[in-house]
């Protein structure tokens, strides 16, 4: 039985290389690449392809597609949350918000996470299998073609582990930045990791001028081990040597996201902690007070405590920023419209 493949996995470069191995000219690429970028849900589509080129792709390729099996749109910031419908049947959710500088989308980059941190809604059931290359893509094409305007900025943020999905998630940054594809500047990229060191490494080795954002959420190993077991395997004293290690060979400093959770890791002491911590990294921090998850017990601190956590940091040199919360009247929080779906 032939397993066909989808064109949309395919870097330009391969993509190039296949479509010549057909004995088609290399200029058809680019058509057809466009037209993936484009949308395109089929080949028959792709009129200024020759239908006996299209019948050579058929037999062995497909378009990969996504369904809106649900949208909600904020009455309050216009934030848009999408459940997508992968062909197997597994959900994966998406977010497109408006800032000043243009539409960021938020994108899942695996079906489930099986990194387990305690106030993630999208750990809830673990990692049901990776999204491949095409199926990140089609995340901002699909959102893109749905809202009708360009998306500017892709955070890799949302469902899953991106390093956990190493290979697939660098296809799918160079598809998107691809100057014939969507064009996407790789500094209007941010990935997300709760921290997988090894791959930090790798990723270093690329160089791509994204920006890389740390999932830390604790000031020191007794309170992370607590909230995030990725880190019995990478206590934080690896995790910060990798991240030094990033900073000195890309010269792209790196962005800590912490959530604040009341009683747990919030206190001014915890505040001094982890500007100690990280003051040799000279990241910024983006405080978040934690979204509610039914299954958790965790709730976020009043304004004044949340302030107050902000405040230190600030006063000991530490560049850091309370998030702003948006898509709040749609559950607009990574993994919580697929775990109530589910």
Same mark, same amino acid.
């Given at each position: !039985?032939?397993?066909?493949?989808?064109?949309?996995?395919?870097?330009?470069?391969?993509?190039?290389?296949?479509? %010549?191995?057909?004995?088609?000219?290399?200029?058809?690429?680019?058509?057809?690449?466009?037209?993936?970028?484009?949308?395109?849900?089929?080949?028959?589509?792709?009129?200024?392809?020759?239908?006996?080129?299209?019948?050579?792709?058929?037999? =062995?390729?497909?378009?990969?597609?996504?369904?809106?099996?649900?949208?909600?749109?904020?009455?309050?910031?216009?934030?848009?949350?999408?459940?997508?419908?992968?062909?197997?049947?597994?959900?994966?959710?998406?977010?497109? !918000?408006?800032?000043?500088?243009?539409?960021?989308?938020?994108?899942?980059?695996? %079906?489930?996470?099986?990194?387990?941190?305690?106030?993630?809604?999208?750990?809830?059931?673990?990692?049901?299998?990776?999204?491949?290359?095409?199926?990140?893509?089609?995340?901002?094409?699909?959102?893109?073609? =749905?809202?009708?305007?360009?998306?500017?900025?892709?955070?890799? !943020?949302?469902?899953?582990?991106?390093?956990?999905?190493?290979?697939?998630?660098?296809?799918?940054?160079?598809?998107?930045?691809?100057?014939?594809?969507?064009?996407?500047?790789?500094?209007?990229?941010?990935?997300?990791?709760?921290?997988?060191?090894?791959?930090?490494?790798?990723?270093?080795?690329?160089?791509?001028?994204?920006?890389?954002?740390?999932?830390?959420?604790?000031?020191?190993?007794?309170?992370?081990?607590?909230? !995030?077991? %990725?880190?019995?395997?990478?206590?934080?004293?690896?995790?910060?040597?990798?991240?030094?290690?990033? +900073?000195?060979?890309?010269?792209?400093?790196?962005?800590?996201?912490?959530?604040?959770?009341?009683?747990?890791?919030?206190?001014?002491?915890?505040?001094?902690?982890?500007?100690?911590?990280?003051?040799?990294?000279?990241?910024?921090?983006?405080?978040?007070?934690?979204?509610?998850?039914?299954?958790?017990?965790?709730?976020?601190?009043?304004?004044?405590?949340?302030?107050?956590?902000?405040?230190?940091?600030?006063?000991?040199?530490?560049?850091?920023?309370?998030?702003?919360? +948006?898509?709040?009247?749609?559950?607009?929080?990574?993994?919580?419209?697929?775990?109530?779906?589910?």
């Amino acid at each position: !039985m032939c397993v066909k493949l989808d064109l949309k996995d395919f870097e330009y470069d391969e993509l190039t290389d296949y479509i %010549v191995g057909l004995g088609e000219k290399k200029f058809r690429a680019e058509q057809i690449f466009s037209w993936l970028l484009k949308g395109a849900v089929s080949y028959d589509e792709m009129s200024n392809i020759a239908k006996e080129t299209r019948e050579k792709l058929k037999r =062995d390729t497909y378009v990969s597609t996504l369904r809106i099996r649900e949208k909600y749109v904020s009455r309050l910031d216009g934030t848009v949350k999408y459940l997508f419908e992968l062909p197997d049947k597994n959900c994966i959710e998406s977010v497109v !918000m408006e800032y000043h500088h243009g539409l960021t989308i938020c994108i899942s980059s695996q %079906v489930g996470c099986r990194m387990g941190c305690r106030f993630c809604a999208s750990t809830i059931g673990g990692l049901y299998r990776d999204l491949t290359a095409g199926e990140i893509l089609n995340q901002v094409i699909f959102a893109q073609k =749905d809202i009708g305007k360009r998306i500017s900025n892709i955070v890799l !943020m949302g469902i899953g582990e991106p390093l956990d999905n190493f290979e697939n998630v660098i296809k799918f940054l160079h598809n998107v930045n691809h100057e014939k594809g969507l064009n996407i500047g790789y500094r209007h990229i941010t990935l997300s990791s709760c921290g997988i060191v090894p791959k930090i490494y790798e990723l270093a080795k690329y160089d791509l001028p994204i920006t890389l954002t740390v999932s830390l959420h604790a000031p020191n190993d007794s309170v992370r081990d607590t909230i !995030m077991p %990725v880190n019995h395997k990478y206590k934080i004293g690896e995790l910060i040597k990798a991240c030094r290690h990033y +900073l000195n060979a890309t010269g792209r400093r790196i962005s800590f996201e912490y959530s604040l959770i009341r009683g747990v890791n919030d206190s001014v002491e915890a505040a001094k902690e982890l500007a100690e911590l990280i003051r040799p990294v000279h990241g910024h921090v983006n405080l978040i007070p934690v979204n509610k998850v039914e299954e958790r017990e965790y709730q976020k601190g009043t304004r004044e405590e949340i302030r107050k956590f902000c405040d230190t940091l600030t006063a000991l040199g530490i560049n850091a920023t309370v998030r702003r919360e +948006l898509g709040a009247d749609i559950s607009a929080s990574c993994g919580q419209l697929r775990k109530k779906v589910l």
